[in-house]
């Protein structure tokens, strides 16, 4: 199965701050990365698909870019509500694999 | 957005069978492939497996001698089985709608916690 490697694991963040993660597979899988917001008690969110394909209603401040092995989500200018749990996830090949996830303190 | 709602028991015992409903509105039971999800407390996210709209299922081979997932269109509704459990099944169960099987998650439930103990 394809491996996804987050990193940071943990970031302490301050607000206005720009953050990328990084996400890196074991194989290549194009460009069939996507990024998730997954905050308290709450299920996943989809933010990005296709590495870089926005979402409706997701902030503009939340962008993507990558393919290959290597991607990253970058937030610009942070608010308060960016504090949670981001994974990525790979839809190249079966079976669906997620990134270990990274966590954002705010 | 695709609302879902899983359903099933709280708790189950150590060896028996784990089976969750996840509960679709009935104009979207035909349109997407359906994929349960699980996370143990404070970890990351497992794909247990997808069903399509046509029933064909697909499982993670890490689970999958333990794994029956259903459809049934008539109650706009899909399943999860999954027998012998032990305490590292337990875990938040979510539903999720996606448009074919190898695309991005598009649609959670809120998920429902499935703990595992005598």
């Known amino acids: 199965e394809i491996v996804l490697t987050q990193s940071p694991d943990f970031q302490s963040v301050t607000p206005r701050e720009k953050v990328t993660i990084t996400c890196r597979a074991s194989?290549?899988?194009?460009?069939?990365l996507h990024w998730y917001q997954q905050k308290p008690d709450q299920s996943p969110k989809l933010l990005i698909k296709?590495?870089?394909q926005s979402i409706s209603g997701v902030p503009s401040r939340f962008s993507g870019a990558g393919s290959g092995t290597d991607f990253t989500l970058t937030i610009n200018s942070l608010e308060a509500e960016d504090a949670a749990t981001y994974y990525c996830?790979?839809?190249?090949?079966?079976?669906?694999?997620f990134g270990q996830g990274t966590k954002l303190e705010i | 957005q695709v609302r879902l709602l899983e359903s099933g028991p709280g708790l189950v015992k150590p060896s028996e069978t784990l089976s969750l409903t996840c509960g679709v509105p009935?104009?979207?039971?035909?349109?997407?492939?359906w994929s349960w999800i699980r996370q143990p407390p404070g970890k990351g996210l497992e794909w247990i497996g997808y069903?399509?709209?046509?029933?064909?299922?697909t499982y993670n081979p890490s689970l999958k001698s333990r794994v029956t997932m259903s459809v049934d269109t008539s109650k706009s509704q899909f399943s999860l089985k999954l027998t012998s459990v032990t305490a590292a099944d337990t875990a938040v169960f979510y539903c999720?709608?996606?448009?074919?099987?190898?695309?991005?998650?598009?649609?959670w439930g809120r998920g429902t916690l499935v703990i595992v103990s005598s």
């Open positions: 999720v709608g996606h448009v074919a099987g190898l695309r991005p998650m598009d649609h």
């Open positions: 009935p104009a979207s039971i035909s349109s997407y492939y």
């Open positions: 069903i399509s709209n046509s029933g064909s299922a």
């Open positions: 194989q290549t899988i194009g460009s069939s």
């Open positions: 296709y590495a870089s």
């Open positions: 996830h790979q839809s190249g090949a079966l079976p669906h694999t």
